[in-house]
């Protein structure tokens, strides 16, 4: 199985802040890689797929960069509606799997 | 526009059996692989199965296998999850999903 590794696990920032979340895979999954935003009690939200492609309608503060087995979510300047937890996950190859998940809090 | 319900969701005690339905309107059903998903209190998001638009491969996590089952009714647009034999950390909100649409979730609860 592929183990997707997070960091950090919880970060503290202020409003308008860059923010910065990686996500490390134990062997090449070239780029099938999803970022989620997930809000308290809601579903999680596609943010970025194929690595850095974003989702429609997802504002474009939140990027994605990375292939192989490094990648990295950036949100250029932190608003307050994107305090929540942040989850990579690979579609490279099953089982998919996920990282260990990302707490953005003021 | 997509949506995706399920239901199904409750109580249940441990070696007990459930069956989650998901109910998809809004894109082709019998094109798309489909997907079932957990998240236990507190914590992260979990893959348990998925099947293929045909059904001609399915997957599932391995602490699931020979007690969960996935199937999915083309006809009726709806996709299923057979629980049974059912545990303590089974207790989940389970999603259903197509690529980046998720449902909102049913709650399992495994509990005596």
């Known amino acids: 199985d592929i183990q997707m590794t997070q960091s950090p696990s919880s970060l503290s920032a202020s409003v308008g802040d860059r923010v910065t979340i990686t996500c490390r895979a134990s062997?090449?999954?070239?780029?099938?890689l999803v970022w989620f935003q997930q809000r308290p009690g809601k579903a999680p939200k596609s943010l970025i797929y194929?690595?850095?492609s974003l989702q429609s309608g997802v504002p474009s503060r939140f990027s994605g960069s990375g292939s192989g087995t490094d990648f990295t979510l950036t949100i250029s300047s932190l608003q307050p509606e994107d305090y929540a937890t942040y989850y990579c996950?690979?579609?490279?190859?099953?089982?998919?799997?996920f990282g260990g998940g990302t707490k953005v809090e003021i | 526009e997509v949506q995706l319900v399920e239901s199904g969701g409750g109580l249940v005690q441990p070696g007990g059996s459930l069956r989650l339905s998901c109910v998809a309107s809004?894109?082709?059903?019998?094109?798309?692989?489909m997907t079932w998903l957990r998240q236990a209190p507190g914590e992260g998001l979990e893959w348990v199965s998925s099947?293929?638009?045909?059904?001609?491969?399915?997957y599932y996590l391995a602490s699931v296998k020979g007690r969960f089952t996935i199937s999915r009714d083309n006809s009726k647009n709806t996709l299923y999850l057979q629980m049974s034999s059912l545990r303590a950390e089974d207790t989940a909100v389970y999603y259903c999903?197509?690529?980046?649409?998720w449902g909102q979730g049913v709650l399992v609860t495994v509990s005596s």
């Open positions: 062997q090449g999954i070239s780029d099938y």
């Open positions: 809004g894109f082709t059903f019998n094109s798309y692989t």
């Open positions: 194929a690595a850095s």
């Open positions: 999903a197509r690529d980046k649409f």
């Open positions: 099947i293929t638009a045909s059904s001609a491969s399915i």
């Open positions: 996950q690979q579609y490279n190859d099953y089982p998919l799997t």
